[in-house]
């Protein structure tokens, strides 16, 4: 199991940044695929954007493309989501999580395919 926490979020006004980070701890970061995931007040968790274990593939919600951009630094066990112009709609807790499958693409955009979470760091998105 890895252990996995999140640090960055924050309030920000629309149309500002932030960078939230993912500290991993625990079996080998390198070998797994890292996600992200958000939950709005009254909604269900959604799928962000994966990061395949070599950090070769990507993948994208249509909402936040071209906006958002994750990387992943398997020396410094840590996995990066920079978010640039942001929505008052993008407001939620945001959640890193870990592939269950060694060496796995980025395709996968099921929380059930994902074995490890954080507890999640808040973004707030004012208008």
């Known amino acids: 199991q890895v252990q996995l926490v999140e640090s960055g979020g924050g309030l920000v006004q629309a149309g500002g940044s932030l960078r939230l980070s993912c500290a991993a701890s625990g079996r080998t970061f390198s070998r797994y695929a890292m996600g992200w995931f958000r939950q709005a007040p009254g909604k269900e968790r959604e799928f962000v954007v994966a990061?395949?274990?070599?950090?070769?593939?990507?993948a994208y919600a249509d909402s936040v493309k071209g906006r958002f951009t994750i990387s992943r630094d398997n020396v410094e066990n840590t996995v990066y989501l920079q978010m640039n112009s942001l929505k008052p709609e993008d407001t939620a807790v945001y959640y890193c999580?870990?592939?269950?499958?060694?060496?796995?693409?980025?395709?996968?955009?099921?929380?059930?395919?994902?074995?490890?979470w954080g507890r999640g760091t808040q973004v707030t998105v004012s208008s």
């Open positions: 999580a870990a592939s269950k499958f060694l060496y796995a693409s980025a395709s996968s955009r099921r929380e059930a395919d994902f074995g490890s």
């Open positions: 990061i395949s274990w070599s950090g070769g593939d990507t």
